[in-house]
């Protein structure tokens, strides 16, 4: 294992076809995802798409009904114990118990985990600083407060060195200092570790994660590394606002306009293809045909925009409930 | 698996829920023991004449251990009723089936704890006989007998209400179905006076009550113990099944 050379080349989970029905309702359809170590996947999705339920099976407190999963080249439905050791998991709901300080807590699940009562102390020396929770060691969980609960919560999830951690939803709840704080740990594990974060605060993958797949209904929508999204986020648009515009035939003919949008009396949206839609080429055209300039300000398009577009066009036409993006 | 039991019993031993059953045990027994204390002194001078009457342990222990089985048939589901509905309910469950302990390990682990636990329990109660050794001397094999009865008995309530409690994410539904449970069972026994033969023999067979009985007599059948292993060993079964089962099929 101390071969860094081998190790970012490794995949540590891989799942191939994963569908879980609950009675006729297919929470999860044949949906397949990879994590190599040293990367942070992003598993983004509206509420009720299946992101909790395929946590649960890669995690293996939930069976799918079909499909396979390996964690770190072991088979997890076939040798659990063996893969479970590689992993490291923290459900929506962190799994605290109330009435235990946050060191017995920490000392249960490095036991749980089977590591050596020697081996536990140090881990969780460890893991306390690592999560910050120096000062916290010897007072009940109860009574800490959210954000330092989820510490615990991340603490036991990282405490024996799994492969795999698994985070859903780790930042709920939480102030934007701590929130900023478990970013970075988040981004730190990702080196040595493979991380999957299950979220839907956009923000939050496009701040930590390597690599991005949306699931939408069950089924995988988008599977994106930082440089495709980049890409995809990458056209610019500019928004301006004109006193006395030209036909809107005119505005499509400049260079490299992909799409013109009229927003209302007066201002218009262009979107341009990548390497085009420089903002002062646009101010000078406008100045010199007098077109009455007021506004301009340039957009870009971010992921959120993507995730609406792929998570919503469907529910908008079936009239459902629009996802809820926070 | 002893992890899980440790930490069971420890969390137990943090909520004043487990010293509160364990001073109202001890109270409601040391009352019975009193009181059939007084009694023996009674009987004492008449039973001095009979040839093979009851002694010391079987008139103040075997009446003490009685209650101790009704009292701890009460207090049991309280016990029991956390083990696995309130890890379900505060989804410290996820960390236990994503750790690397099969099923089984857990199941037995909080049985285990809880065991340890009531063993504390009964071992207090085992120890007011004791008293009696200041003025007379006991006899140890019927005290053993009984000592087994109970031990074998609560590890039969616990299995049921290890059972109940996977059922539900509740734990007042897991103690009120477990009570009910244990109280039928042991009321069973009724239903043998009446009704046809075969049915009578069958629900006096079932009964908890009937095998704990023979037990507190002194009279140490191996159908009985059986009795008691099966019972606690197919609730430990279908507890594990149950959990298991949960993370399989919808």
């Known amino acids: 294992m101390n071969n860094t050379a081998s190790m970012k080349s490794e995949t540590l989970v891989s799942a191939a076809h994963l569908s879980r029905y609950f009675g006729k309702l297919a929470a999860v359809d044949d949906l397949s995802l990879e994590l190599q170590r040293g990367e942070v996947l992003g598993f983004l999705g509206p509420n009720g798409a299946g992101k909790t339920t395929t946590m649960q099976m890669l995690c293996g407190t939930l069976a799918p009904s079909t499909g396979r999963i390996s964690i770190a080249g072991v088979d997890l439905l076939e040798q659990p114990r063996l893969a479970k050791r590689q992993l490291g998991f923290l459900p929506e709901q962190p799994p605290l118990y109330r009435e235990l300080t946050a060191d017995e807590f920490l000392h249960y699940c490095g036991r749980l985990r ?15 600083g690592r999560c910050g929770l120096e000062s916290s060691g010897s007072r009940l969980i109860a009574n800490l407060s959210k954000g330092y609960q989820q510490r615990v919560g991340i603490a036991q999830a990282i405490l024996h060195r799994p492969a795999v951690v698994v985070l859903d939803e780790p930042t709920v709840g939480l102030d934007p200092i701590q929130i900023r704080e478990i970013r970075d740990l988040i981004r730190e594990l990702g080196e040595d570790h493979g991380v999957i974060l299950s979220t839907h605060i956009l923000p939050e993958v496009q701040a930590v994660c390597d690599r991005v797949q949306i699931i939408h209904q069950g089924r995988l929508v988008l599977n994106e590394n930082r440089e495709q999204l980049a890409r995809r986020t990458g056209q610019r648009v500019l928004r301006l606002g004109l006193h006395r515009p030209p036909a809107q035939e005119v505005l499509g003919a400049l260079a490299g306009v992909q799409q013109v949008e009229a927003l209302s009396e007066g201002h218009w949206r262009l979107t341009f293809s990548t390497d085009h839609g420089d903002a002062g080429e646009l101010a000078a055209r406008a100045a010199a045909e007098d077109w009455g300039l007021f506004e301009l300000v340039s957009e870009q398009r971010s992921l959120e925009e993507i995730f609406v577009e792929l998570t919503c066009g469907e529910s908008y036409a079936e009239n459902e409930v629009p996802a809820e993006v926070a | 698996m002893l992890s899980i039991a440790a930490r069971e019993l420890r969390s137990l031993f943090l909520s004043p829920l487990a010293w509160v059953i364990l001073a109202v045990v001890q109270a409601i027994l040391a009352y019975v023991f009193l009181i059939q204390v007084e009694v023996f002194l009674q009987w004492q001078p008449r039973l001095a004449g009979f040839p093979g009457a009851p002694g010391l342990t079987a008139i103040v222990v075997a009446p003490v251990f009685h209650t101790a089985a009704i009292v701890l048939m009460l207090v049991t589901p309280f016990l029991t009723m956390r083990l696995l509905s309130e890890e379900r309910r505060s989804g410290t469950l996820a960390l236990l089936l994503s750790a690397p302990v099969s099923v089984a390990s857990i199941v037995l682990g909080k049985f285990l704890g809880v065991m340890a636990f009531l063993g504390c329990a009964l071992i207090l109660v085992a120890l007011l006989p004791f008293w009696l050794l200041l003025g007379g001397s006991l006899d140890f094999g019927l005290l053993a007998a009984g000592f087994l009865g109970l031990v074998l008995l609560v590890a039969a309530f616990s299995a049921a209400g290890l059972f109940m409690s996977s059922l539900t994410a509740q734990p007042t539904i897991a103690a009120v179905s477990t009570f009910g449970l244990l109280l039928l069972l042991w009321l069973l026994d009724w239903g043998s006076t009446t009704g046809a033969q075969g049915a009578g023999e069958l629900f006096g067979y079932l009964s908890l009550l009937t095998h704990f009985e023979a037990l507190l007599q002194g009279i140490f059948d191996t159908r009985d113990v059986l009795y ?19 993370r399989l099929a919808p």
């Open chain 2, 228 to 246: 008691y292993l099966i019972f606690t060993a197919l609730f430990l079964l279908l507890g594990i099944w149950r959990l298991d089962g949960e």
């Open chain 1, 114 to 128: 089977g590591m050596s009562r020697a081996q536990t102390g140090d881990a969780v020396i460890r893991v306390k």
